[in-house]
């Protein structure tokens, strides 16, 4: 079988509504054969390979529980669950079928099971070497960069010790170079899932890793678990022309450009010169899209735009004193004041650091100390940077949620803020995200409720104004159902739909007894 076939044979949806191409620039790339509507599902995949993150602390290899090591596997000595789960064949028949062919034991006594433990780093490798040779072909047909991931010291050092154990400990039949294509390849082409257990999973799909990376996808992917592995179901999110590209994003698109390009370099050994990302990145100077071509930058979101530190009233930019030549500054659009680049790059990185502390503070404090952080960085930043949207979508989920702000805790003035916020991101998602996306629908779930309260608890001073809230909360309750009702049956989000039914049949009976 060809390779281009192998690749296609993954998709079990059978709809054939894709083709791969090859072309000098981008290599292997997926487009459409056909016209593709809004919300249609392009393809679904079996993953080739799961395995647990080997960032995680010590899980099962069958369930992804969480381990102590008070039950290692009798045949390899690998901490499992119990004896179901060592003799699950997701267990037996991969990593512990070859640990019983080269006759090794684990030994697991100098564990620390609350810290990371780097071997876990070999179970996708060992799962990779237990797949049929067909699979292996396809997976060794992957790109890996191997040449781009030597130069980068963290992922050497983060996966020396296992090459080690793997050439000293274990006969897998592979030199060390093909050991090293393989972690290359792995994360390369990884796609996290979160397991219902809440631990990550690290997933191999080669269909879906065909996409090229876009910062304005025009795809929206979920995944769920069954008895097979992880099935990935790609879907539309806007209307896709025959011939055009498939794109899917590989990191979180509500960021500004500086650190999208920073993080995609980090993870995949590129720089990004999509329709957001347009003019080139070298040399670590961000050179956006010249303010003289484009009147809106970052598709007119201005997601990256910092208020000028000297006049306080403009907007500082990219600019340019040639036309798309490359930008060395950022230029203030009132006072038309210059700034080095190299310094908007610093000021919006230690900015973001500081709001990666505020997301991993306690949850007692977390809404207050992000409410803060959202109020004193606007000033520098604007409303309309991705750093701040970025806070805002985090703070959504916590209202409602934590502590001093729970369902029954939530004062009018908190559920209106929740309303704002949501309003806020849908603006933005509308842009990004144009079609009915599942990131939307989850939003919507969001905003309902509040509608709705916020309705309720104004209903005896304007009967006319909380009508109208709680028709508004009505209706965006029947888009979360069409949304998030697409989704695989058996995820969360298919069973939310299913759930609102009797929300929807109770806003309807309220809404009827106002008249």
């Known amino acids: 079988m060809e390779a281009a076939d192998l690749y296609l044979s993954r998709d079990i949806s059978n709809k054939h509504l894709i083709e791969i191409k090859n072309t000098e620039d981008k290599g292997r790339c997926l487009v459409a054969k056909t016209d593709i509507g809004a919300g249609e599902i392009i393809f679904k995949e079996l993953s080739l390979v799961c395995s647990p993150s080997p960032s995680s602390p010590p899980t099962c290899l069958t369930c992804s529980s969480p381990v102590t090591g008070s039950y290692p596997c009798?045949?390899?000595?690998?901490?499992?669950?119990?004896?179901?789960?060592?003799?699950?064949?997701?267990?037996?028949?991969?990593?512990?079928?070859?640990?019983?062919?080269?006759?090794?034991?684990?030994?697991?006594?100098?564990?620390?099971?609350?810290?990371?433990?780097?071997?876990?780093?070999?179970?996708?490798?060992?799962?990779?070497?237990?797949?049929?040779?067909?699979?292996?072909?396809?997976?060794?047909?992957?790109?890996?960069?191997?040449?781009?991931?030597?130069?980068?010291?963290?992922?050497?050092?983060?996966?020396?010790?296992?090459?080690?154990?793997?050439?000293?400990?274990?006969?897998?039949?592979?030199?060390?170079?093909?050991?090293?294509?393989?972690?290359?390849?792995?994360?390369?082409?990884?796609?996290?899932?979160?397991?219902?257990?809440?631990?990550?999973?690290?997933?191999?799909?080669?269909?879906?890793?065909?996409?090229?990376?876009?910062?304005?996808?025009?795809?929206?992917?979920?995944?769920?678990?069954?008895?097979?592995?992880?099935?990935?179901?790609?879907?539309?999110?806007?209307?896709?022309?025959?011939?055009?590209?498939?794109?899917?994003?590989?990191?979180?698109?509500?960021?500004?450009?500086?650190?999208?390009?920073?993080?995609?370099?980090?993870?995949?050994?590129?720089?990004?010169?999509?329709?957001?990302?347009?003019?080139?990145?070298?040399?670590?100077?961000?050179?956006?899209?010249?303010?003289r071509c484009e009147d809106d930058l970052d598709l007119g979101l201005n997601g990256n735009a910092v208020i000028c530190p000297f006049c306080v009233k403009g907007t500082c930019l990219p600019s340019s004193t040639v036309q798309c030549s490359t930008v060395q500054t950022w230029a203030c659009t009132s006072c038309s004041k210059t700034i080095p680049i190299k310094k908007m790059e610093e000021m919006i990185i230690w900015i973001d650091e500081k709001l990666k502390k505020v997301l991993s503070s306690s949850p007692q404090t977390k809404i207050s100390k992000l409410e803060k952080f959202i109020t004193e960085y606007s000033k520098k930043l604007g409303g309309q940077n991705m750093v701040i949207i970025r806070a805002k979508y985090n703070l959504i989920g916590m209202y409602g949620r934590l502590p001093g702000f729970t369902q029954q805790e939530m004062t009018e003035a908190a559920w209106r803020r929740k309303i704002v916020l949501c309003e806020e991101i849908l603006q933005v998602l509308k842009v990004l995200e144009p079609g009915l996306t599942t990131r939307k629908g989850r939003i919507m779930f969001e905003l309902y409720l509040p509608l709705a309260m916020v309705g309720q608890l104004i209903l005896n001073k304007d009967k006319s104004t909380a009508k109208k809230m709680l028709q508004r909360s009505l209706v965006t309750l029947k888009l979360v159902i069409q949304i998030l009702g697409r989704e695989p049956a058996g995820t969360w989000e298919y069973r939310t739909a299913n759930d609102s039914q009797q929300n929807v049949e109770q806003l309807q009976e309220l809404i009827n007894s106002l008249g």
């Open 74 to 291: 009798p045949n390899c000595g690998w901490p499992m669950c119990n004896k179901k789960c060592a003799l699950n064949p997701v267990h037996a028949n991969q990593e512990c079928a070859l640990y019983r062919k080269c006759q090794e034991q684990l030994d697991i006594s100098t564990w620390d099971f609350t810290e990371v433990q780097p071997l876990y780093a070999i179970i996708p490798v060992l799962r990779i070497l237990c797949l049929p040779p067909n699979l292996r072909k396809l997976h060794s047909a992957m790109q890996n960069d191997l040449a781009d991931w030597r130069n980068d010291s963290d992922f050497c050092e983060r996966f020396q010790s296992a090459v080690d154990y793997l050439a000293s400990k274990l006969n897998v039949g592979l030199t060390t170079e093909e050991i090293w294509r393989i972690f290359a390849g792995s994360v390369t082409n990884d796609f996290s899932h979160s397991h219902s257990q809440g631990r990550e999973l690290g997933c191999v799909f080669p269909l879906a890793a065909l996409m090229n990376h876009s910062c304005w996808p025009n795809i929206f992917r979920s995944s769920m678990e069954t008895d097979k592995g992880a099935v990935m179901t790609v879907s539309a999110s806007r209307k896709i022309q025959k011939g055009e590209e498939i794109f899917n994003s590989y990191i979180d698109i509500l960021q500004p450009t500086i650190l999208r390009s920073i993080l995609l370099k980090q993870t995949k050994q590129f720089q990004c010169r999509c329709v957001r990302c347009e003019d080139d990145l070298d040399l670590g100077l961000i050179m956006l899209r010249c303010v």
